[in-house]
């Protein structure tokens, strides 16, 4: 499960036109990507910082995962995504070391990528992501 890099850091924000011209000046660039993920019910906006990206993360559903983020906490960091060669078996090793699952088995996410969650009551509070190609 050993992670290459940080693929991206998700940002929750309430509104992502909003946020954007914040983030095109802190980074000095522009955004590359918009896109929605229905599974997921997020709307997302991908910047690329080295070979990290960040990832804004606005709701399109109350009930979703980040619309209860923002309820509950409001914006700020969401979760840390790490590239793994393979997150079907990254998952599998965490499992193994007795982390708890969101998802047992990848599911597609934004950009195509494989992704599978960590619980975050046992990842010291940090939601954690694994994500291949
Ligand atoms: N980081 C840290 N803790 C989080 C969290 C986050 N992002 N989201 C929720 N939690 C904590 C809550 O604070 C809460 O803690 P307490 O019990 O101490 O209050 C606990 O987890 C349960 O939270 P909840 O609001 O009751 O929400 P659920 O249990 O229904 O869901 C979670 C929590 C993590 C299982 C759910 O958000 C999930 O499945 N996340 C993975 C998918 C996801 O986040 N997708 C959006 C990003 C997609 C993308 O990158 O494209």
Do not use: W
Request: charged content about 30%; overall charge negative.
């Amino acid at each position: 499960m050993k992670p290459t890099h940080i693929e991206h850091l998700g940002i929750a924000v309430k509104n992502l036109e909003e946020s954007l011209p914040f983030y095109e000046k802190l980074l000095g660039t522009s955004c590359y990507a918009l896109e929605e993920v229905k599974d997921q019910k997020v709307r997302t906006a991908f910047f690329m910082v080295g070979q990290t990206k960040i990832e804004l993360l606005e709701s399109t559903d109350p009930e979703g995962p980040v619309g209860k983020f923002l309820e509950k906490k409001g914006e700020g960091i969401h979760h840390i995504a790490f590239a793994v060669e393979n997150a079907g078996d990254a998952l599998k090793d965490a499992e193994a070391q007795g982390l708890s699952l969101i998802d047992k088995v990848p599911r597609k996410g934004a950009e195509d990528l494989n992704i599978g969650f960590l619980h975050p009551k046992s990842t010291h509070g940090v939601l954690i992501e694994f994500c291949s190609k």
